[in-house]
T-cell receptor, first 110, second 115 residues
Framework: SQQGEEDPQALSIQEGENATMNCSYKTSINNLQWYRQNSGRGLVHLILIRSNEREKHSGRLRVTLDTSKKSSSLLITASRAADTASYFCATDRSFQKLVFGTGTRLLVSP | DTEVTQTPKHLVMGMTNKKSLKCEQHMGHRAMYWYKQKAKKPPELMFV???????INESVPSRFSPECPNSSLLNLHLHALQPEDSALYLC??????????????FGAGTRLSVL
C-alpha cells in the first residue's frame, strides 16, 4: 500500500506564482524525498530532508517536514512553464524500499 | 555520467511472446531497482538488487523474471504477460542499498503494451 498521500491531486497556476504541494505519511521515517516526473518520463530527484530537519532549501525549492504531524510540503517559488510535471514525495519504508506518494500534477501556464 | 539507460523505449508484445527489458548504469552504483508505473499512479516497486543479488521481490508474478548479470546491468525478462501488465517500467539505481542517505537515479523507462 502507498505510504504517502499528496494533495492537491492537481494544481494549475500561472507563471510567476508559487506552487505548494503537501504530503502525508503513516509511519516513522529516516528521510523524505521529493521527485519530479515529466510526462511519461523517468523521475528526477529534487531534494532530501532528514527526519531531524525541519526545513531545507534548494534554489527555488523549499521543503518542510513535520514529523509530529507526519507531513511534508514542497514549495516552488516563481514557477515557470518548465516546472509543469508530476511531483511525488517518497519515504523509506524500510532499509531498501522507497515508497512513493500519490503525486501532484502541476500545470504552469505561460 | 549520472545516467541510467533503458532499452527499448517502447515495446509492443503479444501474450505469448518472450521479451526482455534492459537497464544499464555506469555510476558504480551497487543497488538497482525495477518499478512498474500505471498511468496517473506512482511507481510501484517490483524488485531490488543489492550487490548483484536479489534482495526484495514484491510478490511479483513469475511471468516477470529479473536478472543482474553484473553490477552495471539489470534485465527484466517477460513471458506470457497479460494486457493488464501494460505500463511504464522504470529502472533506478542508487550508490548503496541503504536508503538513509541515498537518492535514486531513474532511467526514462520502457513503455510496454501487451496485446
Amino acid at each position: 500500500s502507498q505510504q504517502g498521500e499528496e494533495d492537491p491531486q492537481a494544481l494549475s497556476i500561472q507563471e510567476g506564482e508559487n506552487a505548494t504541494m503537501n504530503c502525508s505519511y503513516k509511519t516513522s521515517i529516516n528521510n523524505l524525498q521529493w521527485y519530479r516526473q515529466n510526462s511519461g518520463r523517468g523521475l528526477v530527484h529534487l531534494i532530501l530532508i532528514r527526519s531531524n530537519e525541519r526545513e531545507k532549501h534548494s534554489g527555488r525549492l523549499r521543503v518542510t517536514l513535520d514529523t509530529s504531524k507526519k507531513s511534508s510540503s514542497l514549495l516552488i517559488t516563481a514557477s515557470r512553464a518548465a516546472d509543469t510535471a508530476s511531483y511525488f514525495c517518497a519515504t523509506d519504508r524500510s532499509f531498501q524500499k522507497l515508497v512513493f506518494g500519490t503525486g501532484t500534477r502541476l500545470l504552469v501556464s505561460p | 555520467d549520472t545516467e541510467v539507460t533503458q532499452t527499448p523505449k517502447h515495446l509492443v508484445m503479444g501474450m505469448t511472446n518472450k521479451k526482455s527489458l534492459k537497464c544499464e548504469q555506469h555510476m558504480g552504483h551497487r543497488a538497482m531497482y525495477w518499478y512498474k508505473q500505471k498511468a496517473k499512479k506512482p511507481p510501484e516497486l517490483m524488485f531490488v538488487y543489492s550487490y548483484e543479488k536479489l534482495s526484495i521481490n514484491e510478490s511479483v508474478p513469475s511471468r516477470f523474471s529479473p536478472e543482474c548479470p553484473n553490477s552495471s546491468l539489470l534485465n527484466l525478462h517477460l513471458h506470457a504477460l497479460q494486457p493488464e501488465d501494460s505500463a511504464l517500467y522504470l529502472c533506478a539505481s542508487s550508490p548503496t542499498p541503504a536508503l538513509a542517505k541515498n537518492i535514486q537515479y531513474f532511467g526514462a523507462g520502457t513503455r510496454l503494451s501487451v496485446l
